[in-house]
T-cell receptor, first 111, second 113 residues
């Protein structure tokens, strides 16, 4: 079982604040992903990384940015939060072509 | 353009009966398919997968069937149990899983006692 942790689990914050969502995995997986999901909708890939110092934008355009300085850590940052950023953010990791393992997500609400 | 579609937002099944969840895809380059299960306030959990070289894969109570000509896959759960109540996501990928996953919208399964 992969161990992947996301913090915070819930965040309610005002417009214009800078936010960082944390994601860490202890399995040494090379590949890591960020998805955005709205209720009743599919998961949309917004960022991914295939290794340290490698990051790519996903299929859904996002104003967020990511970094991958260490294998186990893949934080997502919003420089200036807006109500349109309200959503659930899910982090995942995988080894090679194996199934992705997900964290429990961060539910973000921007007032 | 949605490449993976789960046309039933919800499904209700009696405990002990068979649950059948369906998924359609449009991209003929997809050759690896997965089902994930998601409980409220938790992340999706991998359930079962199938490669396009097979038409069936079984794991305990869960069986996935793939019909490549119809671009359709289904997940069968038998017998259904109350703990199976969750949202089920279908996902697809190319290059036998090497490419990014594309997810369907999910189907909420409710098992009634």
């Amino acid at each position: 079982e992969a161990d992947i942790y996301q913090t915070p689990r819930y965040l309610v914050i005002g417009t214009g604040k800078k936010i960082t969502l944390e994601c860490s995995q202890t399995m040494g997986h090379d590949k890591m992903y960020w998805y955005q999901q709205d209720p009743g909708m599919e998961l949309h890939l917004i960022h991914y990384s295939y290794g340290v110092n490698s990051t790519e934008k996903g299929d859904l355009s996002s104003e967020s940015t990511v970094s991958r300085i260490r294998t186990e850590h893949f934080p997502l940052t919003l420089e200036s939060a807006r109500p349109s950023h309200t959503s659930q953010y899910l982090c995942a990791s995988s080894e090679s072509n194996q199934p992705q393992h997900f964290g429990d997500g961060t539910r973000l609400s921007i007032l | 353009d949605q490449q993976v579609k789960q046309n039933s937002p919800s499904l209700s099944v009696q405990e002990g009966r068979i649950s059948i969840l369906n998924c359609d895809y449009t991209n003929s380059m997809f050759d690896y398919f997965l089902w994930y299960k998601k409980y409220p306030a938790e992340g999706p959990t991998f359930l079962i997968s199938i490669s396009s070289i097979k038409d069936k894969n079984e794991d305990g109570r869960f069986t996935v069937f793939l019909n490549k000509s119809a671009k359709h896959l289904s997940l069968h759960i038998v017998p259904s149990q109350p703990g199976d109540s969750a949202v089920y996501f279908c996902a697809a990928s190319g290059l036998q899983g090497a490419q990014k996953l594309v997810f369907g919208q999910g189907t909420r399964l409710t098992i009634n006692p």
